[in-house]
Nanobody, 127 residues
């Protein structure tokens, strides 16, 4: 069993930055791919970014490439999402997630592949 707890959300003006953190429980954290998703009101959950177990491979949604950076610290069981140049359309609840069936990067964008989810943290970007 893996438990995930996000933090770091808040209200920021357009062009600003936030750093989201996700604390994971469990000794197997370092073997799992980690992902970030977001969900805006009335919209489906959307892939944001993912990082391989070693941290050597990352993937991003086109809408955040060049602005967001995902990273992880396996010694601390933490994964981060640095968000720069935020836009009003980035407003959403942000979730970290993980699972055992993410061996292929082709799976990383699919919410159904992730077994464990955090409770989410709110990000609001004002114009």
């Amino acid at each position: 069993q893996v438990q995930l707890v996000e933090s770091g959300g808040g209200l920021v003006q357009a062009g600003g930055s936030l750093r989201l953190s996700c604390a994971a429980s469990g000794r197997i954290f370092s073997t799992y791919t980690m992902g970030w998703f977001r969900q805006a009101p009335g919209k489906e959950r959307q892939f944001v970014a993912a990082i391989s177990s070693s941290g050597g491979t990352t993937d991003y949604a086109d809408s955040v490439k060049g602005r967001f950076t995902i990273s992880r610290d396996n010694a601390k069981n933490m994964v981060y999402l640095q968000m720069n140049n935020l836009k009003p359309e980035d407003t959403a609840d942000y979730y970290c997630a993980t699972g055992r069936n993410l061996q292929s990067v082709w799976y990383w964008t699919l919410p159904d592949r992730y077994e464990y989810w955090g409770q989410g943290t709110q990000v609001a970007v004002s114009s």
